[in-house]
């Protein structure tokens, strides 16, 4: 499949296109949402979704989009590695804190797996949350 | 295999045990440690690196455990949810910051799916980093 | 490792071929067979396993492709995607029914996160099956 | 945390279940509906997607729960599968199609690891997609 | 689903259970071929390969359960970690062995997301294989 | 992020590479550790993971090598599959040690989701362990 452009989307396209680039005042949306352009529903719903919770909240947007990255990772996504690392920039995160970030990711799988290995119980202090 | 409690571990695991409880301010270690225990090097490299990267340096020590979480749910390793979640909550994460949290893992492994269906080829901007 | 082609192939896995070729209606078998031909023992017992079930049987042949591409996007195989997706086409898959597969994708990837995320407890009536 | 059910719920939490009742003629929402209510934003959007994807589409709706149900045992999900397994029944997944799901679920899992492992490029015939 | 005994096996699935239980010396075959009788192609197709593969061959016998194991704990599978475990020790696995074989888990998970967050471009010379 | 290479290293980053060469006996590191020299602690910790852990003990070194490869592939990282298969055969490991790798991979795949699909209950024989 190729990206819809602008030029060449439906009006139920164009009106998230539209969204998208007001919301984050952008001049272009990014090829993320120009293939998702395929399933006009999906599209509408995705960027829904994400719109409602990946601004500040509860917790703050650099937080969030660190926790994307992390998880794009884990997954091997080199699209949404590469998507979510620059908006993690852009939302303030400096080399330090990437750096760090990758840490916490290579000991979150190194132990993760340990605790699989050993299957070790839940410590019954842990069970009340 | 079994846990490994303070009175039957060699001097090398209670060396380590002992930092960890000195460190946390805790009676006693959690399961994970006195499961690793079985092998006291990998014990011994476990704690060191993750005293050294989980306390506060350029990214705080909640948004760590927050990001720790994450990992664990994705990877769907319950242990590692069951002790990270406490901790994350002993550092202070309220409730809504933890519903806030599993929202952003729920999107993200939709969306990373999504990038893979489509084989999205990386934005030009993205490239940078 | 290289691909190995029928000129070159021993007498074992020319038989593969040959019944691969035969069965599909094909002049060449693709490449993930001529790699897969390093281990003429394996090679035998993939394709045997994979002319047994994928052909239409209790589930029709396209359903169970369309499967397979959601397990190889899960699973983010490269080559997978490419080569069921092609397969699902080649069965009848419409661009649109290949677009509410990766909706479906997308969601299942979402809640089996969210579902792991809460510890959500099975229902009494789900214990049945 | 704990399920959430109808009685201690909010008016935007009810007005979702009261819709998810209504849309699939239940009497009560299952358990993981009743831990999502933790967070009413994403409990909204998740039922919202849910609702207008798995319905009847380009694609029958048991097509998409085995699909479904096919991410679920890849993922390892307890819950998913046993929820997911449930709905295809009541869709109409005779034991002999589950099964032969299962069977496909092996194969998928298998072969996108073989194609992992040898590295295998993606055919020129795969690539008009 | 349940359990299929050899009371009530068909004359195929008996077949298999027969050879399994010749070819193990094992009174019963375990619960793994019980289930995946439900499927009677399968059934075949799979233990025709496992009984194939696993047996000594290029790699000794426990080299490959190990590597079973390894896999085992990536994926998170209870009954394939119980079951190979089980299975490492009868071919003579030590426990100092299998305390080595969770390190070398953990560090292989955690260097694989290292790897993935810099996105490591492959050196020159690791392109000959 | 780019490559750090032994001239514009930090002295710590230097200590690590030095000992990495003198370890492995090669004049230049390859590039993951060049990448993960942007986290000098954690380009510390691995090392000293890896060098501890990764030669010779209960478990040979090319079996070591051989697990790191069949995760490698299970997780489906190209820099590590590339990495460890070279070592591997610096180890001794012939072609037709990896093809039976491979299939054993392939193998465990399969069979974990077909345990997970039928949520096969644990023997009571394996329970011991």
Redesign the interface.
Known sequence: ?KAIGYEEASEAVRAVFDDIKATRKLDDV???WK??A??P??LA??W???K???GA???DAL??E???V??????????????H??AA?AKGA????L?????????????????????????E?????
């Open positions: 499949m990014n090829n993320f293939y998702l395929h399933d529903r999906m719903h995705v829904s979704s994400v409602d919770i990946m909240g509860s917790l937080t969030k660190l926790i994307y992390a998880i794009s990772i884990t997954n091997n996504c080199d699209y949404c590695m590469a998507s690392s620059f920039r400096s080399e330090a804190q750096n760090e970030l990758y840490a916490v990711v290579g000991l979150a799988n190194m132990t993760n797996r340990l605790a699989n290995a050993y299957r070790v119980p839940v410590d202090a842990f069970k009340t949350g």
